[in-house]
């Protein structure tokens, strides 16, 4: 019997209840991690456990060091060249990580404004986030795109663009807001 990632109530998983507000790693000016050349913030801590997760380590709410505001100000700095197109929070699970990935995206909203975007990876479904808690949705209301749903190793497909599984989608976050439906990014190859 093949055991699946977990599947949390509405509520049930709470940032403030699992958070220790650590990182697994830090990626400036990379370029696999979302459209254009992207900074990177891989959070500590995730629930799904996904069978075939490819950053199990992560997945550890201890694992890595402290987020601290020297990292913030050294994102921020890096954010600022001229070629970086955007911020990515991936994990570990960026929605259970709220206290840090909170903080940054208003940091870069206030500095950049929409002229860098913001790209994050959750094994939340849309529909599961609209019924989270307002952390959860704060954060999601930064965000432009969204690849949602857990990783699922039987619909595992290395060709995908961006994805890992056939069952994740790439979702424009401010017009699926603004439409009451879920929007998948117009850039969309396959």
């Keep these: 019997m093949t055991v699946g990632p977990k599947n949390p109530k509405p509520k049930e998983w709470l940032s403030k209840d699992h958070s220790l507000g650590y990182i697994a790693s830090y990626k400036p000016f990379n370029m696999v991690d979302g459209e254009g050349v992207r900074c ?23 694992y890595g060091h402290p987020y601290t505001q020297e990292l913030e100000d050294q994102i921020v700095k890096d954010m600022s060249q001229p070629y970086v197109q955007g911020l990515t929070l991936l994990g570990g699970e960026p929605f259970l990580n709220t206290g840090v990935t909170i903080k940054l995206c208003k940091r870069i909203r206030k500095e950049f404004g929409h002229d860098r975007d913001i790209w994050s990876w959750t094994g939340y479904k849309w529909d599961e986030l609209m019924q989270e808690s307002d952390d959860k949705l704060e954060l999601l209301s930064y965000l432009d795109m969204l690849i949602d749903g857990r990783f699922l190793e039987s619909q595992k497909d290395l060709t995908l663009q961006f994805r890992g599984s056939a069952n994740q989608r790439i979702i424009d976050v401010p017009k699926s807001l603004q439409q009451h439906k879920v929007v998948i990014w117009s850039k969309l190859l396959r």
Excluded at 50 to 61: E, M, T
């Design 40 to 62: 990177s913030l891989y959070v500590s801590g995730c629930l799904f456990n996904c069978p075939g997760c490819y950053n199990a380590v992560a997945q550890n709410f201890h």
